[in-house]
């Protein structure tokens, strides 16, 4: 984890705030950590560093545009999805 003692730095309110999330949702994070939202722990307070959260976003980009491709409407067809399993019949009780 690398961060700069000028990152600015941001209490559970302000990041859930930054992130979109709830404050409960960071909360629960905190204690089972299920989405593993970078945070530094601070006696009884947990802070978060704009650049971790910055960092955690982008490692959670969804479809993320090649920049060397440029992955514009007018590159061509779009590719089709992978096909996808259908899930295993439930067994019965």
């Known amino acids: 984890m690398t961060f700069t003692l000028e990152d600015v730095r941001m ?3 302000e ?4 992130l ?3 404050e409960s949702t960071l909360n629960g994070d905190a204690v089972k ?3 593993k939202i970078p945070y530094v722990k ?3 307070k947990c802070v978060y560093f704009k650049s971790q959260l910055d960092r955690w976003l982008s490692a959670r980009m969804v ?3 090649d920049e060397t491709h ?3 409407a007018s590159d061509g067809p779009a590719a089709t999805p992978p096909a996808q399993t259908p899930p295993a019949p439930r067994r019965r009780r």
């Open 11 to 13: 209490d559970r309110k």
């Open 15 to 18: 990041a859930a705030k930054y």
């Open 20 to 22: 979109g999330l709830s």
């Open 33 to 35: 950590p299920r989405l």
């Open 42 to 44: 601070n006696g009884r």
């Open 63 to 65: 479809n993320a545009v």
């Open 70 to 72: 440029g992955g514009g």
